[in-house]
């Protein structure tokens, strides 16, 4: 087993220690979060793997004004002295900002004064941290070098967007790009209003629950009220998820039931019943959600697999010519670092 040791704030702030207990290691070309075991010791973290190499902390910490971000350090390699938390975390942070600036700044974005000064700044600040550890003023030095570095990254990103935005804009015209927002009721009549002059499109979220209470038994009026609204009201309308796979979404009387056939054959029937109904009025579906780790009735991982794949070819052979998503739950992989699934 692997294993990494980080000394830590004497005493970390509340906020930071409950930060640590989801601190993992990850790697990866993708920096995918790996089975990590923690031990939480006063000025001590070790995050212990089961494949001895090298790899990557990720952690969040607490930032005044920032919130609690989560930082991904640079390539750490196993070794039994320990590693300074808040030195890796400013490290890791500055390297990202840094790389990020130079490919921006290759295809023509320009950095204020200002903004190239501030990193300055926080690079200063990070070698005084390096340089002696031990000393007292490196803790709060790397925690400034890491705001610091987190302030300079979101301005430099709002500063690429708005030129490439006006590059583009310039070049091509308006955007067709749509704007939406998510739906499963048909909102107020103030809300309406406020939906139709900020958006072009709304996807509106059916709810298997209210509509197949009881098997067989259907009741469509409240989704056909919604979807008539957003279809008369000119909006781009899309579906989904057709069936959401966290268990809270699933009727009760299909949580019953543990097996791969039972629950394809009804998430299936759903899926078809719905999307023939609307096929002549939708054309892009979002077919299923959290299938990546939902505990939907106790599958495993493989058979989430294979219900997904079951799942979108009864919704293809429904709607041949509709175009297909599948919702992926937290993108970043925080789950995978429990252990408890096979695949990323």
Same mark, same amino acid.
């Given at each position: 087993m692997g294993s990494l040791t980080f000394l830590l704030p004497d005493p970390p702030s509340p906020a930071a220690e409950r930060c640590l207990q989801r601190a993992c290691l990850a790697g990866g070309y993708e920096l995918t979060p790996v089975p990590t075991k923690r031990t939480l010791e006063p000025g001590k973290l070790t995050l212990s793997k089961d494949v001895n190499e090298s790899g990557y902390l990720t952690a969040a910490w607490p930032l005044p004004g920032l919130g609690c971000p989560v930082t991904t350090s640079a390539t750490l390699r196993e070794r039994a002295e320990p590693y300074h /938390?808040? *030195? #890796? /975390? %400013?490290? =890791?942070?500055? !390297?990202?900002?840094? !790389? @990020?600036? %130079? #490919? $921006? #700044? %290759? *295809? =023509? /974005?320009?950095v204020d004064a200002a903004d190239r000064a501030e990193l300055g700044e926080a690079i200063r600040l990070f070698g005084t941290a390096v340089l002696d550890p031990t000393d007292a003023a490196a803790t709060p030095a790397a925690e400034q070098a890491l705001a610091k570095a987190y302030r300079y990254g979101e301005r430099v990103a709002r500063q690429f967007t708005e030129q490439l935005l006006h590059t583009r804009l310039t070049e091509g015209g308006r955007l067709p790009t749509a704007l939406g927002c998510t739906l499963s009721r048909l909102p107020s009549e103030a809300d309406r209003e406020a939906i139709r002059q900020a958006c072009t499109a709304v996807r509106l979220v059916p709810d298997w629950r209210a509509i197949e209470p009881t098997e067989s038994a259907y009741d469509w009026a409240a989704f056909d009220e919604l979807f008539d609204w957003a279809a008369g009201s000119g909006l781009t309308v899309s579906v989904g998820p057709v069936v959401d796979f966290d268990a809270d979404r699933l009727p #009760? $009387?299909?949580? @019953?039931w543990g097996d791969l056939p039972s629950v394809t054959a009804f998430v299936c029937d759903f899926a078809d019943t719905l999307v023939r109904r609307y096929q002549d009025r939708v054309k892009r579906w979002h077919v299923g959600g959290g299938l990546n780790h939902a505990a939907t009735c106790g599958l495993g991982d493989d058979d989430r697999l294979r219900l997904a794949a079951r799942l979108l070819e009864t919704a293809r052979q429904a709607c041949p010519d509709g175009e $297909?998503?599948? =919702?992926? %739950? @937290?993108? $970043? =992989?925080?789950y995978l670092e429990g252990g408890d699934h096979p695949y990323s």
């Open positions: /938390l808040l *030195i #890796e /975390l %400013a490290r =890791g942070k500055l !390297n990202q900002v840094r !790389n @990020q600036t %130079a #490919e $921006w #700044e %290759a *295809i =023509g /974005l320009t #009760e $009387w299909v949580k @019953q $297909w998503v599948i =919702g992926v %739950a @937290q993108p $970043w =992989g925080d």
